[in-house]
């Protein structure tokens, strides 16, 4: 078994021999063998954790990786699987998300403007209902509306916001380009363009942009789960498994 030192982790991925240890220490690696000195021994199998966890940031995020390699570490494959799912799922609801905007936008550019008519007004959500609508807090809906972005309709009787088919699409277009790193400044720039149908570059710009992040994930969970895969393998040979 070929031995490996912190640094040719480190030295392979531009890490310091300090986020390599950290890693260790987080669950993210299997925990490694000390010499009598103390100094860590790391094998072939910490070096594909490694490059299974790094390979699972751009592709889950920085926490879902990290609940993905704890979980496997902890002989939780169906944790670590169920998490993968949820990045595919948030994945699929992004596109189908990005596509009804598309569609949003070039039903209002055909209007010009006009809005949305009787059918569309029929449709109105509570801030609650929208919120889990979106799996985001109240208190978010209501930030976006302080930034002018939202412009919900209030009840006469009771006061509370009313979400009209309008504003449900605008709170749709801010959450995807939220998740796409845009401030609010851009979005409500552009949420003001999608209301008067005029002016889209800027709106167009975005969501190619958007699209183009999309794939990249997709892209980057296809090499994820090779990374994952080949380090599970050797992981199951180094318990004497046949896998699960």
Do not use: C
């Amino acid at each position: 078994m070929m031995t490996l030192r912190p640094a040719d982790l480190a030295r392979e991925h531009g890490l310091s021999t300090q986020a390599v240890r950290n890693y260790e220490q987080d669950g993210f690696l299997p925990p490694a063998e000390r010499t009598p000195t103390g100094y860590r021994i790391y094998t072939e199998a910490h070096a594909a954790a490694l490059r299974a966890y790094l390979a699972l940031v751009p592709a889950y995020g920085h926490a879902a990786a990290g609940r993905i390699m704890n979980a496997v570490h902890g002989d939780d494959l169906d944790g670590a699987l169920q998490t993968i799912d949820r990045g595919h799922t948030r994945l699929l609801r992004d596109r189908d998300t990005l596509g009804a905007v598309r569609d949003a936008v070039d039903h209002l550019i055909a209007d010009s403007g006009a809005g949305p008519g009787p059918a569309g007004r029929a449709e109105s959500r509570t801030i609650g209902e929208l919120a889990h609508r979106l799996d985001i807090t109240p208190a978010t809906l209501r930030n976006w509306e302080a930034a002018g972005i939202l412009t919900p309709a209030r009840d006469r009787a009771t006061g509370y916001r009313v979400f009209h088919a309008g504003d449900i699409r605008d709170a749709e277009l801010t959450h995807l380009l939220r998740r796409g790193g845009y401030p609010l400044s851009h979005i409500r720039t552009v949420v003001q363009q999608v209301r008067q149908a005029g002016g889209t570059s800027a709106l167009a710009a975005a969501l190619d942009g958007w699209q183009r992040k999309l794939t990249a994930q997709g892209l980057a969970m296809l090499d994820a789960s090779v990374q994952l895969s080949h380090y599970l393998s050797m992981r199951n040979e180094e318990h004497g498994s046949r896998g699960p």
